[in-house]
C-alpha cells in the first residue's frame, strides 16, 4: 500500500502521522475535527509490534499508567492500560528523539481493527506526545477549562473535581462563547503574548473546540458557598498551574524550560482565585472582573 498519511493541525502544531504497513490509517469524529495538512512540525511513524519495555536506560520515571526510560536523546514510554505492568501487556509503546521533532508508536496487534483499520492518535499517546513536543519547543499543555467568551480567553486551572466541567456546562448556554476544553488547554506564548489552543482529547463534558484565542486571564478555582473573585499574585498562581502541567520528566532540563514558559505567564497575565457556586451568576461574575 506504500505510506499513508494524515494531519492534524493542534495547539499551532502540524502533526503528522505516517504508516508503512497494510493498514488504513483511522480517526474518530472528534480528532477529525483537528485534520488539517501543513508542513508538519513533528512527524510521528507509526507501525505494529511487541514494544520491548526492558530495554536498558539510564534513568526511568514511573507513573500509574506509564514508564519512562532515557538513553542518551531517546526517550521511550510504554503505557499500560491498567497502571498495572504485571496485569496485563502495554497497549503501545513511544519511541521518542530529544534533538529532533520525530516519533514513533508502536502498536500491538490487538490495536488492528475490523477492516485492517488502525487508529492514527489514540490517547493517551496524543497527549504525551503533545506534552513532550511543548517541553521541547515551547508551550505546555494545562489540565484547565479553556473558554473564549466575546473574544476573552480564560483559562480555569484547577485538580480534578474542582469545577471544570461543570463551567463549560455553563458557559455552553451562552451563545458567544466556545468551549476550547474542559481536560486539556494548550499554552503558547509569542512575545508579550500567550496564546490557548483547544485539544480534541478527553472532555467529561463532550467539549471541544479547534479555535484559538490571545490569554486574558488565568483563574485558580475551587467550589464555594458564595460566588468570590479576588486578584492573587503570580506566585501564589505559579503551583496550581505547575500541577496542572504534568511536567514530563521530574527534575530534567525539559521541565526548566516548562517552568519557564509557566513563570512567564503567570507573570504577563492578571490571575485570580474563584469561587463559585454551580448556576449561570458565576458567567456574569467573570465578565464583569475588571
Known amino acids: 500500500m506504500g505510506c499513508q498519511t494524515v494531519g492534524y493541525r493542534i495547539g499551532g502544531v502540524n502533526i503528522q502521522i505516517r504508516s508503512y504497513d497494510d493498514y488504513s490509517l483511522l480517526h474518530d469524529h472528534v480528532l477529525g475535527e483537528f485534520a488539517a495538512d501543513g508542513v508538519p512540525d513533528l512527524t510521528i511513524d507509526l507501525t505494529h509490534g511487541e514494544p ?3 530495554s536498558s536506560c539510564e534513568s526511568i520515571g514511573i507513573e500509574k ?9 531517546i526517550v521511550s514510554t510504554v ?10 501487556y502495554p497497549y503501545h509503546q513511544l519511541v ?4 529532533y521533532p520525530r516519533a514513533a508508536l508502536y502498536l500491538r496487534s490487538e490495536e488492528i481493527l475490523a477492516g485492517g483499520h488502525i487508529p492514527s492518535l489514540r490517547r493517551p499517546a496524543g497527549e504525551i506526545l503533545m506534552r513532550y513536543y511543548l517541553s521541547r519547543w515551547g508551550g505546555a499543555m494545562l489540565h484547565s477549562c479553556g ?4 473574544n476573552k480567553g480564560y483559562i480555569f486551572v484547577g485538580s480534578s473535581g474542582s469545577g471544570k466541567s461543570t463551567l463549560a456546562k455553563l458557559w455552553r448556554r451562552t451563545a458567544c462563547a466556545d468551549i476550547l476544553s474542559d481536560e ?4 503558547r506564548s509569542s512575545r508579550q ?18 479555535r484559538d484565542c490571545d490569554l486574558s486571564k488565568i483563574f485558580i478555582i475551587e467550589h464555594a458557598s458564595a460566588n468570590y473573585i479576588v486578584p492573587i499574585s503570580g506566585v501564589e498562581a505559579m503551583i496550581p498551574c505547575l ?3 504534568t511536567p514530563v520528566f521530574c527534575g530534567s532540563w525539559r521541565d526548566t524550560r516548562l517552568i519557564r514558559v509557566l513563570a512567564k505567564m503567570v507573570q504577563t497575565i492578571p490571575c485570580y482565585r474563584l469561587g463559585f457556586v454551580p448556576d449561570s451568576r458565576i458567567v456574569d461574575t467573570v465578565r464583569n472582573t475588571s
Not at 499508567?65 to 536523546?73: F, L
Not at 503505557?79 to 496485563?88: A, K, L, S, V
Not at 521518542?96 to 534533538?99: F, H, K, P, S, V
Not at 473558554?147 to 466575546?150: A, E, L
Open 52 to 54: 520491548d519495555c526492558r
Open 184 to 187: 486539556y488547554v494548550i499554552i
Open 147 to 150: 473558554i473564549v467568551d466575546d
Open 96 to 99: 521518542m528523539n530529544a534533538r
Open 193 to 210: 503574548r500567550f496564546r490557548m489552543y483547544g485539544t480534541p482529547w478527553f472532555s467529561n463534558a463532550g467539549t471541544y473546540h479547534t
Open 243 to 245: 500541577s496542572a502541567a
Open 65 to 73: 499508567d506509564k514508564i519512562r526510560t532515557i538513553h542518551g536523546n
Open 79 to 88: 503505557i499500560f492500560p491498567n497502571g498495572r505492568e504485571e496485569d496485563t
